[in-house]
């Protein structure tokens, strides 16, 4: 299935879809501790854009994010900056923080073929893969040269410039 076939096609089922390699993948539901974290993640980013004054948007899943006519994802939170998208908008294809917080069925996605399909977008300077089980942020930064350093982080403050926010990582989990 390409991208274009896809996005219609999962806009009209009662589950949720991402198309990897044009294959069509299933998400599993959601275990609650999987949707306290996607929440706190969104809520840590919108908050540090808000007291930034920084036009971007933090958004929380349901957007999908096109990386080439064969794959599509949806993360479980994203950063865009710029104007504003129109209302309808199903696609953001310019994230500048794409993070994805780990299920057991979506383990192995997340840090290999996800990691490698993100930075494929020019626009992506941070993805971000969040392990609830061990309270731990894996963050891949994008350097100005096009280098990707990766570091774990497991509390304190967590630096993303561009866009020039930082947030504290305890508030990605519960409790």
Wanted: negative net charge; charged residues 30%.
């Amino acid at each position: 299935m390409t991208a274009d076939e896809f996005i219609p096609w999962a806009m009209n089922q009662p589950r949720r879809y991402e198309l990897a390699s044009g294959e069509v993948v299933a998400m599993s539901p959601e275990r609650t501790g999987h949707a306290r974290s996607k929440a706190l993640v969104w809520r840590s980013l919108s908050d540090a854009l808000r007291e930034r004054a920084l036009p971007c948007e933090a958004f929380s899943d349901g957007m999908s994010v096109r990386v080439d006519a064969r794959t599509v994802y949806e993360p479980d939170a994203l950063v865009r900056c710029g104007e504003p998208v129109d209302d309808a908008a199903v696609e953001l294809n310019d994230p500048i923080i794409v993070v994805e917080v780990v299920s057991p069925s979506s383990r192995s996605l997340d840090v290999g073929a996800k990691l490698d399909d993100y930075f494929r977008l020019p626009s992506v300077r941070h993805y971000l893969i969040v392990k609830t089980k061990n309270r731990t942020v894996i963050h891949h930064e994008r350097k100005s040269d096009g280098r990707i350093e990766t570091g774990i982080v497991r509390s304190g403050t967590l630096v993303m410039d561009p866009p020039g926010i930082a947030v504290e990582v305890e508030g990605f989990f519960a409790g």
